[in-house]
């Protein structure tokens, strides 16, 4: 029971990514949303989440990689 209420807390937290999420970059669909420590948001696929992985992790306060959860 732990468990599934620790998953519905979190999706009632973050706003799961959808198709009409674009990379900020490349304007292909968005699997990763950084959020930044002055509240803004930058959205990237996989491949550029991927290719900025090191700044982002510098410069983040946050990051929402949800590539695992879409088919
Ligand atoms: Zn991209």
Redesign the pocket.
Known sequence: MSEATLTMSTEVMERPLTAADR?D??G?QAYVRVTLPSGGELL??A??SKAHSAKLHQVALRIDDQSATLS
């Open positions: 990379c970059r490349c292909a990237f696929c491949h550029h």
